[in-house]
């Protein structure tokens, strides 16, 4: 099934914060359990947040919400550290340092880089937002609340939608969707039923004094993502903030 094959390019972020004058403990795990048992200085580390992100290349570069790792990208004491959790071919949970390699506030974008041979990574499939049309199914894998690969189904409720970036200015063109996207999604593709990604999921409304989504949620159409993400990984940065 196209859906299912979708879900090892999928990956859990996890934004680290370290005690003050320790050196850099993070060692990457390889048991299924994704365990931090026997590394004492990871168990120190304070958990700041959780996200969502996909694999975009067999480059090791994974595309995720600048929300996401917005700490470790404001970093100026370096104690914030970022671990992903991905899949092998077969199944086996594993974790990477990720290493931030550009970002865009203004696109809720971010690239980080993870230090894995090529032939281990499924790459995403990249689709293609222009041909979209309200009413389609749509679906949304990514963490919530932790629960890794978890998917959940709706439909393109509306399509260029504006919504608030990071640093306060408008994303247009957003996908509007009721699939749910709840915390620990952020980050994660919105994919048609072919598997392929139309979207990264960014943003939703919570029903009041619950953080649950209330139906209305938001994705950044991939036909800008690919625009955006070359230059993040090239430059740091997006064409915009460059000029």
């Not at 995720?64 to 004491?77: H, W």
């Amino acid at each position: 099934m196209a859906l299912m094959e979708a879900s090892p390019s999928v990956v859990f972020i996890k934004d680290l914060e370290l005690k003050p004058n320790r050196k850099n403990p993070l060692v990457a795990s390889t048991n299924n359990q994704e365990e931090e048992e026997g590394n004492e200085d990871l168990k120190d580390a304070k958990v700041e947040g959780t996200g969502s992100g996909f694999l975009w290349d067999k480059f090791g570069h994974i595309v995720t919400n600048y929300l996401v790792i917005a700490k470790l990208a404001t970093d100026g004491a370096g104690l914030h550290r970022c671990k992903v959790y991905l899949e092998d071919s077969s199944g086996r949970a594993y974790s990477k340092e990720g290493k931030l390699i550009g970002a865009d506030p203004a696109y809720d974008l971010a690239v980080l880089k993870v230090d894995v041979e090529g032939d281990k990574l499924r790459p995403a499939l990249i689709g293609t937002s222009r041909s979209l049309k309200v009413g389609q199914s749509c679906f949304a894998i990514g963490n919530p609340f932790g629960y890794e690969h978890t998917l959940t189904t709706g439909v393109v409720s509306g399509l260029s939608r504006e919504i608030p970036s990071p640093n306060g200015r408008a994303i247009r063109g957003a996908i509007q969707t009721d699939a749910a996207i709840n915390a620990g999604n952020s980050g994660g593709p919105l994919i048609d039923s072919y598997g392929h990604v139309i979207g990264v999921n960014t943003a939703t409304f919570t029903r009041k004094g619950t953080g649950i989504s209330s139906g209305v949620n938001f994705a950044i159409p991939i036909d800008a993502v690919v625009l955006i993400v070359p230059n993040l990984i090239v430059y740091g940065t997006s064409v915009s903030n460059r000029f």
